[in-house]
């Protein structure tokens, strides 16, 4: 698929930071209307590759814990089982991932936390300036 257009993308994330929230669906339409048309084949490709990611993610050990994940790999995905992989690189490749994954959510858990104690007047923001967590 092409990317998107910035002008478009630029658009709706100005929407977003001016009302706080916006429904999917409204952003589906927008773009239904500013896109250009995919054809059969792209969204054919794209509906089973998304199935595909689904049904390897959901792939878990005994325990309820994901063994298989997808790596970008020469430009392809390939999906790797953790637990019978003998490739060390690709092993990498997931840790990174996930370790990256994990620096991620932490950053917007943070920032969600400290901007509810803000809604819920538990401290300004002059005070969520000068804490170190706010960075």
């Keep these: 698929m092409a990317r998107l257009d910035r002008r478009i993308k630029n658009t709706i994330f100005k929407m977003i930071n001016n009302n706080g929230k916006l429904e999917q669906d409204y952003i589906v339409e927008l773009l239904e209307q500013l896109e250009e048309k995919p054809s059969y084949e792209k969204l054919k490709r794209s509906y089973f590759k998304s ?39 690709l092993v990498k490749n997931v840790e990174k991932n996930l370790s990256n994954k994990i620096i991620g959510t932490n950053k917007s858990l943070k920032k969600t936390i400290r901007r509810r104690a803000v809604l819920e007047g538990q401290v300004g923001m002059e005070e969520i300036n000068n804490v170190e967590i706010a960075k």
């Design 51 to 89: 199935k595909a990611n689904r049904i390897i993610a959901s792939f878990k050990d005994e325990n309820n814990i994901r063994d298989c994940f997808a790596v970008r790999e020469n430009q392809k995905t390939t999906y790797v089982n953790i637990n019978t992989t003998e490739e060390i690189p």
